[in-house]
């Protein structure tokens, strides 16, 4: 497991799931479909990505889609590492 | 006209797929009153049966009450049938103004607001009242009125596990450099029928400069020593910035809602709030039964203190049945079976058994927490009680459910 998809699951868990919630977080888990991560706490998981990553995920690429599993919130992490990497 | 194949198909696809998900939901025609006996036609076009309703917000029973029904008479002939305006044009009577004031009386706030309904005021107050500026911070478990309301507005949305203070705290903390930062809560719980933990909520307001929203729809008229809400409860009548709440539960069960606090929110709201602008208010009929129930349940708390004695009662009869129920103090007792499927098929059993209570399961409440939800009334007697577990202990009996812990229900299901 690499670095950030470690610190991604991590904070989903710690985030998301309340005490006593056993459901394991692979990294194929429905967050959003799943119910784990509604719409709203969305924003505090974009905030956190941000904030941990120096990134800028515009709000158009922050989709339900995009954030539904951690192994694609990894891809859209470094989609975004990338871009500002080339536009540096 | 231009309804083609296409789109009817395309609709009826979409049902289908309600249905295969097990989410379709029925309506049961009810050939009376509301009240704690009633008659139900289910399904629709079968023999009407006559049951105990063990699931409706009629927490004082006042829904049909006769003193309530003579005064929404009284108010009919009086101001009319309806109002053919919204409030602005010339659509507000004497006795809107006199209901909003009652209002503000008995929850202990500065101003009230009328609104068609309480999920109206939950969707017009945080467009009106908060910008890009503002963060919203909610309870991951308030109402979808609540959700649909902070939708609309621009501020930032955060939430807080449920009644997490730890959690509430960190994300106040995160969000102070924000204009204003407003903590959003329901009193009581409408799924888990628990309550907010209103006076740490507002100690931490106080100490992160935060407003505090309140819905207290499952509480207005019956939680707190003299049914002001939870905000009596917990101690902090007066430190509550915003309430909303509802006419169409506990009083008089109508429709209806407002938005109750601070002047100047009040105000923003009758200039700002799209729902108050642009929709009649509550119909004259109403607002005379609305006033009515506030005169009868400030004359005396003996409603409430019969329906906190009821919603004991039931309690202890479910856990010495061996239930799984959610522990509590509210008239929300939900009965915890965790399966979907179960409990679609526990309700229908009950049904038969002369019992009326739904069985909720995903999306309104979360996959894996599927129940039936119980809701205690005033109107109910001892002897509507002690039918209704009898009921429930035969068909809990028959599904094997009795005894079990969350563990046990899980694993017989399947899960």
């Known amino acids: ?88 | 006209m231009a309804f083609i194949d296409a789109f009817r198909n395309r609709y009826q696809a979409e049902i289908d797929g309600i249905k295969a998900a097990g989410l379709f939901k029925e309506e049961r025609y009810i050939h009376s009153p509301q009240r704690s006996e009633i008659e139900v036609e289910f399904p629709i076009g079968s023999k009407i049966k006559k049951c105990i309703n063990i699931c409706a917000n009629n927490y004082l029973g006042l829904s049909s009450h006769p003193e309530v029904i003579a005064a929404a008479h009284a108010g009919l002939d009086s101001r009319g049938y309806g109002m053919s305006s919204v409030r602005f044009i010339c659509g507000t009577q004497d006795i809107h103004r006199e209901l909003e004031n009652r209002l503000t009386e008995f929850l202990g706030t500065e101003d009230t607001l009328l609104f068609p309904s309480c999920m109206d005021a939950n969707g017009g107050f945080f467009e009106a009242c908060l910008n890009e500026q503002d963060v919203m911070i909610a309870d991951r478990l308030v109402h979808a009125s609540i959700v649909d309301g902070m939708r609309l507005c621009k501020a930032m949305q955060d939430t807080f596990k449920h009644s997490d203070m730890g959690h509430l705290e960190e994300k106040l903390q995160e969000h102070m450099d924000k204009r204003s930062r407003m903590i959003i809560t329901d009193g009581v719980f409408s799924m888990d029928g628990d309550m907010a933990k209103l006076d740490e909520i507002v100690e931490l307001a106080e100490k992160y400069d935060a407003m505090v929203f309140l819905d207290d729809s499952h509480a207005s008229g019956f939680i707190g020593r003299t049914g002001r809400g939870t905000h009596e409860h917990c101690g902090v009548l007066g430190k509550i910035d915003v309430i909303t709440t509802t006419l169409g539960k506990a009083l008089g069960g109508a429709s209806g809602g407002c938005v109750s606090g601070r002047r100047e929110l009040v105000e923003m709201c009758r200039q700002r709030a799209r729902p108050f602008l642009f929709s009649n208010s509550v119909a004259p009929v109403i607002v005379a039964g609305a006033l009515k129930v506030l005169e009868l349940i400030t004359a005396t708390t003996e409603r409430r203190d019969k329906l906190e004695w009821n919603a004991k009662y039931w309690r202890g009869l479910l856990k010495d049945a061996g239930f799984d129920i959610k522990e509590g103090e509210s008239p929300i007792v939900p009965v915890m079976l965790y399966d979907a499927k179960l409990a679609q098929d526990f309700a229908r059993d009950l049904f038969a058994e002369g019992v009326y209570a739904i069985g909720f399961f995903f999306p309104v409440v979360p996959k894996g927490q599927a129940r039936i939800r119980t809701q205690l009334s005033a109107a109910h007697e001892k002897h509507h009680l002690d039918f209704a577990i009898e009921a429930f202990k035969r068909v809990g009996e028959k599904h094997g459910v009795l005894g079990l812990g969350k563990k046990e229900l899980l694993a017989r299901a399947g899960a």
Do not use: W
């Open chain 1, 1 to 88: 497991m690499d670095e950030i998809t470690k610190l991604v699951r991590d904070y989903v868990i710690r985030e998301y799931l309340e005490e006593g919630d056993e459901r394991e977080i692979t990294e194929t888990t429905p967050l959003i479909s799943g119910g784990i991560v509604d719409s709203f706490s969305m924003v505090s998981l974009k905030r956190f990505l941000e904030k941990k990553c120096n990134i800028q995920i515009p709000d158009a690429s922050a989709t339900p889609d995009a954030f539904d599993t951690v192994q694609k919130i990894v891809a859209l992490v470094h989609k975004f590492q990338k871009a500002q990497t080339v536009a540096v």
